[in-house]
């Protein structure tokens, strides 16, 4: 090529390149603003959404933070209490190294943090929010965006008309679960070592740390996979008192192998457990195991009885990657329905929630307890009863997009009461 037409091809890629940075930097601001605009919405949507806000942003003192919990874990750990043993120290130097880990990786992975208190006076409930928002691709980040994939093998543990339940799912980090993990190894470790130091035949020591070694395990691998899910639920009423519950385990079947022959062992040795009965019926795949304990003589015999009857019905129940247990009114079938509802797993809106419904609480205890708290769930009863709305207290998360919100609400039925013992508390709750 000639000189003459290399000098024009030369310019032009000149003013090509140029024209490409400008472009590039132009819409690098046009970038810019937009994030700028849409934190700024966000922040304007989030003092709307509050009646009152404080907003935090965490990587302004994360580095702080941290410093200060490992320094106050290396006094802590420096060495062993007066009182401890040298295997109790190292457990507790575990556990609470594996715990100053993870606060300290989640802090250092966060990038706001907020407080909100909201009154609706239209719905009559106030709930306080605590939120974090992760960074962009952060580990938190990760962990938050796989909740949605996740399901629970638990999800019809709900007895109708329920006082009090909760569901929990989760997926540790892999660090956080190697860490527990340890802790659960060194608590075998231990646990043998005591057996070894009992004054009693080889034969036992040897059955016992046999049974000891396979609990363990499953509760190490149970610990390893950071897997955590389960439900409970409990009912209060007059026609008794029933609780259902479910946790996942790794080795369902290895667990139920050790506790039956320990349940035959007591089953044999102590009157207690003359009751004792393996596979009474299935539910599903679940084999269900039972117990009952008869109402005691004396003063208590009466209430024992409105509560669970003449006997306490225990239920206890392994499945593949779980166990189950049921107790009081109805406790086998409250047990199987439970288990059937759950067969196939589920998503769930909130990944552990709590709620209590006061009113059952209050008329359980206005009928079973003891002077001065029976008297006083009376009162508390009987208010409920005149306030509208239910009268619920509830923990729930709530992910979002790079978030975590913990929401702690109270319905119309609590407002309205607390309202009614200060007319201050009613003008600030319900602007009365």
Not at 11 to 21: E, P
Not at 165 to 178: C, K
Not at 271 to 276: G, K, N, T, V, W
Request: with cysteine; proline share 3%; glycine share 6%.
């Amino acid at each position: 090529m000639k000189s003459r037409h290399i000098i024009p091809v030369l310019l032009l890629m000149l003013v090509t390149v140029a024209a490409a940075k400008v472009v590039g930097a132009a819409e690098d601001r046009a970038d810019r603003k937009e994030r700028r605009k849409s934190a700024e919405t966000k922040k304007a949507e989030d003092r709307a959404a509050y009646d009152m806000l404080y907003q935090l942003h965490v990587p302004t003192f994360a580095d702080l933070a941290t410093r200060h919990i490992r320094a106050d874990v290396e006094k802590e750990l420096s060495g062993p209490k007066s009182w401890e043993k040298a295997e109790d120290f190292e457990i507790r130097k575990l556990l609470a190294t594996g715990i100053a880990d993870s606060v300290c990786r989640t802090i250092g992975d966060l990038q706001d943090a907020k407080v909100g208190w909201r009154i609706d006076r239209e719905t009559k409930r106030t709930y306080l929010d605590l939120s974090v928002t992760a960074s962009k691709n952060s580990g938190l980040d990760s962990q938050l965006a796989q909740m949605a994939d996740l399901r629970t093998a638990f999800h019809g543990f709900q007895l109708d008309g329920s006082a009090f339940d909760a569901h929990w799912l989760g997926q540790a980090d892999s660090s956080d679960a190697a860490a527990f993990a340890k802790v659960v190894e060194a608590l075998c470790s231990k646990s043998l070592k005591e057996i070894e130091n009992e004054g009693i035949s080889d034969d036992e020591k040897a059955v016992r740390k046999e049974l000891t070694s396979q609990i363990f395990d499953v509760l190490k691998r149970s610990a390893a996979s950071g897997r955590s899910d389960g439900a409970v639920s409990l009912r209060l009423s007059d026609s008794g008192t029933t609780l259902v519950a479910g946790a996942y385990i790794a080795d369902g079947p290895k667990l139920e192998g050790a506790v039956k022959t320990i349940g035959q062992f007591l089953q044999q040795h102590h009157p207690a457990f003359a009751s004792l009965r393996f596979d009474v019926e299935k539910a599903e795949s679940v084999n269900l195991h039972t117990m009952s304990i008869p109402a005691p003589d004396g003063d208590d015999h009466d209430k024992f009885v409105q509560m669970f009857g003449e006997q306490l019905d225990i239920v206890v129940g392994f499945g593949p990657e779980a166990i189950y247990l049921a107790a009081g009114r109805d406790a086998i079938s409250a047990l199987k329905t439970a288990i059937e509802k759950s067969k196939s797993p589920a998503t769930v809106a909130s990944p552990f929630e709590v709620t209590l419904a006061v009113k059952p609480v209050a008329d359980f205890v206005a009928a079973v307890g003891r002077g001065n708290d029976q008297a006083q769930a009376k009162a508390i009863s009987e208010l409920l009863a005149s306030t509208s709305g239910d009268a619920v207290a509830r923990i729930t998360t709530l992910i979002g997009k790079r978030s975590l919100t913990l929401r702690l609400e109270a319905t119309e039925g609590i407002v309205q009461f607390i309202a009614r013992i200060d007319p201050e508390l009613k003008r600030l709750l319900l602007g009365e």
